[in-house]
């Protein structure tokens, strides 16, 4: 509901109805809707964290999977894509940073911390490259992915196809790792 409407616009009752309990137990459980809305911001960085780490685990003798930025498109179409358990993030990811706010600021320094390690890993293993200011290169990484998360229905209309979908990434992949590697000259 969260990720369909917007923390904002769904009450607490709403969400205990979908979950077949009362608002009191919601409450109880999590405080307030404040704290319902930091468990699910817990849990969105968690799945983040969770890709990330999945497409930058050690494979064999070196230390990074040469395949970590496709394996990561791979993780997020399965995890993130339409019919998953997590195709909700998408649209809660983007009514929560568009709104702004702690939880917003909160949620957008884990991902960019998470981006900024994973560049460094990456660039250890030899796979990317920090730049001359590695702060912004991995803030222009992360912006990059979160964009084709928030724009996601939108990209969809245009396209013809979702680009969370195994077709979609392949298509938005290949482009993007072709900008990525020869600049757009």
Do not use: C
Not at 51 to 74: K, N
Request: without cysteine; aromatic residues 6%; negative net charge.
């Amino acid at each position: 509901m969260f990720g369909a409407r917007g923390p904002a616009a769904v009450t607490v009752r709403e969400v205990a109805a979908a979950a077949g309990v009362s608002p009191a137990l919601v409450i109880r459980h999590y405080g307030s809707k404040d704290g319902l809305r930091d468990a699910v911001d817990e849990h969105v960085a968690r799945v983040f964290a969770a890709l990330l780490a999945e497409a930058t685990a050690p494979a064999g003798d070196h230390p990074f999977d040469p395949q970590a930025v496709p394996s990561l498109a791979e993780a997020v179409a399965a995890n993130l894509s339409e019919g998953s358990e997590g195709s909700a993030i998408p649209g809660y990811l983007g009514h929560l940073l568009i709104a702004g706010g702690p939880a917003a600021s909160a949620l957008f320094g884990t991902l960019y911390t998470l981006s900024r390690d994973v560049l460094g890993q990456l660039a250890r293993a030899g796979i990317a490259r920090t730049g001359a200011d590695p702060d912004v290169r991995a803030a222009f990484l992360l912006v990059n992915d979160i964009a084709v998360l928030i724009l996601r229905d939108r990209l969809h209309e245009v396209l013809g196809v979702d680009p969370l979908s195994a077709e979609g990434m392949r298509r938005w992949g290949s482009e993007v790792f072709a900008v990525y590697r020869d600049g757009l000259t």
